[in-house]
């Protein structure tokens, strides 16, 4: 491989994580979203709208539909692979 079809193939794998990381972020944004804290006798609504319309901005820009579900990734245990267990 080239020097410059390295240099591509880190481009896009870097771009690839980095979508990735945008879209665990607008996940966790999006389960915290409208969730009531209290602290020190004070109880407010956690708003993310702003934040998750910036993230589905850039994601949209990278060609992801964002208007598809984003489903939470699931980590098989290994005996659960094997069907044995």
Do not use: Y
């Not at 390295?6 to 994580?17: D, N, S």
């Not at 020190?40 to 589905?56: A, M, N, P, Q, V």
């Not at 901005?57 to 005996?79: F, K, N, S, Y």
Request: charged share 35%; aromatic share 4%.
């Amino acid at each position: 491989m080239s020097h410059e079809t390295q240099g591509i193939h880190r481009t896009g794998r870097a771009r690839v994580e980095a979508n990735r990381r945008a879209a665990a972020r607008a996940l966790l944004l999006v389960i915290h979203d409208g969730k009531m804290c209290s602290a020190e006798g004070e109880t407010w609504e956690l708003d993310f709208s702003s934040e998750l319309e910036r993230i589905d901005e850039v994601l949209q820009m990278a060609g992801i539909d964002t208007t598809q579900p984003l489903h939470c990734p699931i980590r098989w245990r290994d005996e659960d692979e094997d069907g044995d267990k």
